[in-house]
């Protein structure tokens, strides 16, 4: 938690003047048991009304004046929570969109969705739960131990004795409770995991009637969470009674030894009514203190995991902005890469001239969108080096470089919204126009004819078919010029009729670009095609080249004629 203080940057005053606040009102409490006993021992024993009302006065002073000061605590302490709160999120949200995409892989979409809402919340609680109470609570345990000290030293050590019980018992069931509440957060993860996963494969779940198994998953996880939260909650039940009969005890030993001191005169009835006050006193905030460290341990786990996020490195950003004017636009030299164990390419090398088309073929699980990822900056090469327009990829800042690569990925990424927002993503200030002869291109003239530059589109496309979707994504990218177009197996929903026009149309867009397929027609038209099976150039060469000399390229053509 202590990493994530810098998120309280814009409420420093508040900060330090919610917990002044909450000992304001300690001080209040602590002061209300001596007046009682006075009351007690001068203004009843005497009989003086006049004593008691004015007393009595003071204490409802007291009690109105701490009620203001803390109700003025907790509003500032909420203020500073849900501005931490809000200055954290931001800043999650903000560095998992430049994480590199290797380390939102190994965390995982469901993970990330649950450290940015759940976790931030629990660090919001915590901290809000500090201000309120860590300060007030050591200052009340401390003030009543030393007024009971000043009242009767030897009957407060019954006070020492009570607090020490009390602080092992919480120590023991904090002990076994936290393992359980670790546990249960991971398995948060799991549910947000299963949930979205039902959610997304709704349709195959529903088309081979699967959702009493997709129940069965969901209720096995939710059965986990709940059997290792309950396990945690049985434990942490024990800690009322326990605390309960050990200040119980406490009470009446006060009671039995303060009464035999009242008998033989060395302690006065009030100050007896003042030790078991501030004895209660004491056992409110050492409860409490159980419930603050159970909600800091939980919150602890959660701030690890937020920090995991913030303290992720990113990728390694080049300082270059300024993209040359080169006849080479891209150039792999023995590139390898994996994601994680053997490599999934292996020593590619080729290049890709200025206006130049180059095809890139081969099975499912090959690395041919590998290939287009590296080329996007997206994962860095493990071996070899790539340039771009001439100089090493890595010397260019990742913005500067995506500014001028139009990708268009494998899944088609539709937003919510309306046709006209989703094609200016690529360019804000695309004019109409642009945006017409890009969809024109894209062979999708039909969807501004039928929804308009303001035709809604739903979330992820819903409202669209897969070739729409695709034609959508594809003419996004040509909404700019761009040196270099990537087209990651775009024409898969697409008719072999409409994929011809497409090739055709983008054909004569200037720029370098680079068609990723598994059909032979999506690539024949190349400049140049490579051949990829199981990571590996296995082919280089025209369509004509490739049908006489790669074995495996005209077993394609074979399939697909």
């Not at 892989?105 to 739960?129: E, M, P, Y």
């Not at 059997?227 to 945690?232: C, D, E, P, V, Y």
């Not at 040359?324 to 090398?349: C, H, K, M, Q, T």
């Not at 945006?435 to 992820?460: C, F, H, K, P, V």
Request: aromatic share 8%; charged share 20%.
């Amino acid at each position: 938690m202590f990493k994530l203080v810098r998120f309280l940057k814009g409420h420093i005053p508040a900060t330090i003047a919610a917990p002044l606040c909450k000992l304001i009102e300690a001080i209040f409490e602590l002061a209300v048991p001596m007046i009682i006993a006075s009351v007690i021992d001068i203004g009843i024993e005497n009989g003086d009304k006049s004593y008691v009302i004015k007393y009595c006065s003071l204490i409802g002073a007291l009690a109105v004046g701490g009620f203001l000061i803390s109700i003025t605590g907790q509003f500032l302490a909420a203020k500073v929570g849900i501005g931490f709160g809000t200055r954290l999120r931001d800043a999650i949200f903000k560095k998992i969109n430049k994480l590199p995409i290797s380390a939102t892989d190994k965390i995982g979409g469901a993970s990330l969705v649950t450290r940015v809402t759940g976790d931030v919340l629990a660090c919001q609680n915590a901290l809000n739960l500090f201000l309120r109470l860590v300060l007030r609570m050591p200052f009340v345990v401390i003030g009543a131990f030393v007024m009971s000290m000043i009242i009767d030293p030897v009957l407060s050590l019954m006070f020492f004795a009570m607090t020490i019980i009390l602080s092992v018992t919480i120590w023991l069931v904090l002990r076994l409770t936290m393992p359980r509440v670790k546990r249960a957060q991971k398995n948060l993860d799991e549910i947000s995991r299963t949930t979205a996963q039902s959610i997304s494969g709704s349709r195959v779940v529903r088309a081979f009637s699967k959702q009493s198994d997709t129940k069965a998953d969901f209720n096995g996880v939710a059965n986990e969470t709940a059997k290792t939260n309950i396990g945690a909650a049985r434990i942490s039940a024990l800690l009322t009674p326990l605390t309960f009969a050990v200040v119980n005890l406490a009470i009446i030993a006060v009671l039995w030894f303060g009464g035999i001191k009242v008998n033989i005169g060395t302690l006065t009835q009030g100050e007896t009514f003042a030790l078991i006050n501030y004895l209660q006193q004491a056992f409110f905030v050492i409860v409490n203190i159980g419930n603050v460290f159970s909600t800091f341990t939980r919150s602890s786990a959660c701030a690890a995991r937020v920090n995991e996020i913030l303290d992720a490195p990113e990728p390694q950003n080049g300082t270059e902005t300024q993209i040359n004017d080169s006849d080479e636009i891209l150039r792999f030299d023995g590139v390898s890469f994996a994601y994680d164990g053997d490599y999934d390419v292996r020593d590619i090398s080729f290049t890709l001239k200025k206006n130049g088309m180059l095809g890139i073929i081969g099975g499912t699980g090959s690395g041919k969108s590998t290939i287009i990822s590296l080329a996007e900056k997206f994962y860095l090469p493990d071996k070899g080096t790539i340039s771009f327009c001439g100089k090493p990829l890595s010397e260019y800042d990742i913005a500067a470089v995506r500014s001028v690569i139009g990708y268009v990925p494998q899944r088609a990424a539709i937003l919510k919204g309306t046709l006209s927002s989703n094609l200016r993503i690529a360019d804000e200030t695309a004019t109409d126009e642009r945006l017409t002869r890009a969809l024109e291109i894209a062979q999708a003239t039909e969807l501004w004819q039928s929804l308009g530059a303001d035709g809604i589109i739903e979330n992820d496309g819903k409202n669209l078919s897969g070739g729409q979707k695709q034609r959508v994504s594809i003419a996004r990218s040509l909404c700019r010029d761009n040196v270099l177009y990537l087209f990651d197996d775009v024409t898969s929903a697409l008719d072999y009729r409409t994929e011809r026009d497409f090739i055709n149309a983008v054909k004569k867009v200037d720029g370098a670009k680079i068609f990723v397929s598994q059909r032979i027609s999506a690539v024949s038209g190349c400049d140049n095609i490579i051949v990829l099976d199981g990571g590996k150039i296995v082919g280089v060469g025209t369509h004509e080249q490739l049908k006489l000399s790669c074995s495996l390229y005209a077993e394609f053509c074979a399939s697909q004629s």
